[in-house]
């Protein structure tokens, strides 16, 4: 296995406590896919989970070299976490899964009062 892309990415919580202030659900279905927005209606900290979803798929889209401004849209994307808590990467469309099937995505999340983080490293197989 090579390494194909690492990504990282940090948000500040209070600017994202002004945007969903502001937008409400909207944001959230921006960002979020389906399966992700059954989690983001129980959260207890809506802006804590949106923040930690937005740096998680924006690390990962500078792993695999793409962005929001080239057609990369993030609710293609779903985090998803095993038993122990681990994310998991599902790409939600045909194409996005095609293009990257033959990857191992390694997430990792973590937030501390005013910010979140997440650092994304892509292997190819």
Known sequence: MNVFGIGVDIVDLDRIKKIYSKYGVKFAYKILSNNEIKSFNIAKNKPSFL???????EAIGKALGIGILNGFLLKNISIQHNDLGKPIVIFNKRKEFDLYSNKIIHVSISDEKKFAVANALILSK
């Not at 923040?51 to 798929?57: D, E, H, I, L, N």
Request: aromatic share 14%; proline share 0%.
């Open 51 to 57: 923040a930690k979803k937005f740096a998680a798929k």
